[in-house]
């Protein structure tokens, strides 16, 4: 079998937390993601260019239910990059956490600590082959 390599054919990009303001300061919970086909991923959370915001990856859960009963965090072992609990105060940023989960389904809440925050996060997942074989 032929393995493809490059990011057409190896990966695919999903909504993780809608592109939105923020009217009141809280948590946003984003987008369940199935990780089905796909061994790992990152995380791309995005700040708008809203004056003294703060944002921050609340929590990065996994869940083998898909209505994601029963979550827990994705190990500290398997996330590289921005820490979750870390607060991203540059404006117009793009910060990411690569994961590796060990269940089938994963989720981002993300938290703001002030009012009309401009936010969004993708996710892109990669490591499997144009038949959607996991890559070992």
Do not use: W
């Amino acid at each position: 079998m032929t393995v493809v390599t490059d990011l057409i054919h190896n990966s695919k990009t999903v909504v993780a937390v809608d592109v939105q303001t923020v009217a009141s300061a809280g948590d946003v919970t984003g987008e369940i993601i199935d990780t089905q086909g796909f061994y790992a991923g990152m995380l791309q959370l995005a700040l708008g260019s809203t004056a003294s915001s703060k944002v921050k990856v609340k929590s990065f859960k996994q869940s083998d239910n898909s209505d994601m009963s029963d979550p827990e965090d994705i190990p500290a072992s398997n996330l590289e990059g921005l820490a979750v609990g870390t607060d991203i105060a540059t404006l117009k940023s793009v910060k990411c956490i690569n994961f590796v989960p060990t269940k089938r389904y994963v989720q981002a809440v993300v938290t703001t600590t002030t009012n009309n925050a401009i936010i969004g996060a993708t996710a892109v997942l990669f490591g499997a082959d144009v038949a959607g074989t996991v890559l070992e």
